[in-house]
């Protein structure tokens, strides 16, 4: 199971330590499993693997508008996805959003605070 999702091997001494590794490697291993299912429902000739490849380059940036008080308006974007990355994002019937939900303004005196 480890092997697909690369993971290496972890040993931990304390039992809560050993759950959460075990419920992590369960959570990504569930993850990889539904998206193998997907791509075959669609008729991908993507192995998990490839399409985890591709989406690996989706990019996201901050715009940093400076403003006259002294404050910054931060603005997160998507980069526009690659003709392969937007085949893909549209054969699995997944739309990306303009924006992440990360507008916010950030003013000197505040980060203070």
């Given at each position: 199971?480890?092997?697909e999702l690369s993971i290496r091997p972890l040993f931990h001494q304390l039992e809560p330590r050993v759950?959460?590794?075990?419920?992590?490697?369960?959570?990504?291993?569930?993850?990889?499993?539904?998206?193998k299912h997907l791509l075959r429902r669609k008729n991908s000739n993507l192995s998990p693997a490839q399409a985890l490849?591709?989406?690996s380059t989706l990019e996201s940036a901050d715009i940093?508008?400076?403003?006259?008080?002294?404050?910054?308006?931060?603005?997160?974007?998507?980069?526009?996805?690659?003709?392969?990355q937007q085949q893909l994002l549209s054969q699995l019937g997944i739309t990306l959003p303009d924006h992440l939900n990360l507008n916010f303004e950030c003013c000197v005196d505040s980060a203070k605070a």
């Open positions: 199971m480890k092997s759950k959460a590794h075990i419920l992590v490697a369960f959570l990504g291993y569930a993850l990889w499993v539904t998206l490849a591709l989406f940093v508008l400076p403003t006259t008080e002294g404050c910054e308006i931060r603005l997160r974007r998507i980069a526009t996805p690659s003709p392969e």
